[in-house]
């Protein structure tokens, strides 16, 4: 499915979401919702063809994959942590979906640590005692 498609999916959500607000707010609220997981659903294709080009460049590069996999983790924390604020804020949850991207925040922090220390060894041994 290419943009334009998306695109015209949303124009159409959008106007029966806007119909089904003023009669029947619980239904707008699942469509909206089952609007979110069907492009989601759609985009996971396109997704993992990204990875496994990734995947490949990082073969052949010979890189860390530690250091590699852990940014895919990134990625995908923060991807699913704003696709899952996005839905709460569409049912009106704000405070919810403000304590999902405080937990992605925090899960991604705790992810780049690694990262973050083997980057700080490195510059220790490089730097002069």
């Given at each position: 499915m290419g943009i334009a498609q998306v695109?015209?999916?949303?124009?159409?959500t959008t106007i029966v979401l806007l119909i089904l607000r003023q009669e029947k707010p619980v239904l707008a609220?699942?469509?909206?919702?089952?609007?979110?997981?069907?492009?989601?659903?759609?985009?996971?294709?396109k997704m993992a063809a990204i990875?496994?080009?990734?995947?490949?460049?990082?073969?052949?590069?010979?890189?860390n994959?530690?250091?590699?996999?852990?940014?895919?983790?990134?990625l995908g924390i923060a991807y699913l942590g704003e696709?899952?604020?996005?839905?709460c804020q569409d049912a009106g949850e704000q405070a919810v979906a403000k304590k999902v991207e405080f937990a992605a925040k925090i899960i991604i922090t705790v992810l780049t640590l690694p990262i973050m220390v083997a980057i700080l060894e490195s510059l220790m041994e490089?730097?002069?005692?």
């Open positions: 695109v015209g999916l949303a124009l159409v609220v699942l469509l909206s919702i089952v609007f979110s997981v069907v492009i989601f659903t759609i985009m996971m294709g990875l496994d080009v990734m995947q490949e460049l990082s073969r052949r590069s010979a890189s994959y530690f250091f590699f996999n852990t940014m895919l983790k990134i696709f899952a604020a996005a839905i490089i730097l002069p005692g």
